[in-house]
């Protein structure tokens, strides 16, 4: 007998809903897996492209960065 019907006729529509989530599953499984491998693949991406930029011409991202939230800490609390 079936675990969530009843009747013995109804395995067949037991084992399609099992078939159905265990296929809804591996979708979601294919779709982190791929979701995850972009988001890495933009990121190393990314950090080559600000490497290549920071080589090739005289602008550092973290200096200007710091340099932003400096200037950005004093303006707020009024040091000059």
Wanted: net charge negative.
């Amino acid at each position: 007998m079936s675990r969530i019907f009843k009747r013995h006729s109804d395995d067949a529509t037991e084992r399609t809903l099992e078939a159905i989530h265990l296929a809804n599953r591996v979708d979601d499984y294919y779709e982190r897996g791929w979701t995850w491998l972009k988001v890495i693949l933009a990121s190393v991406i990314t950090a080559f492209v600000i490497s290549g930029f920071e080589h090739y011409s005289d602008w550092n991202l973290w200096s200007e960065t710091t340099t932003w939230f400096k200037e950005g800490v004093k303006n707020l609390f009024g040091f000059n």
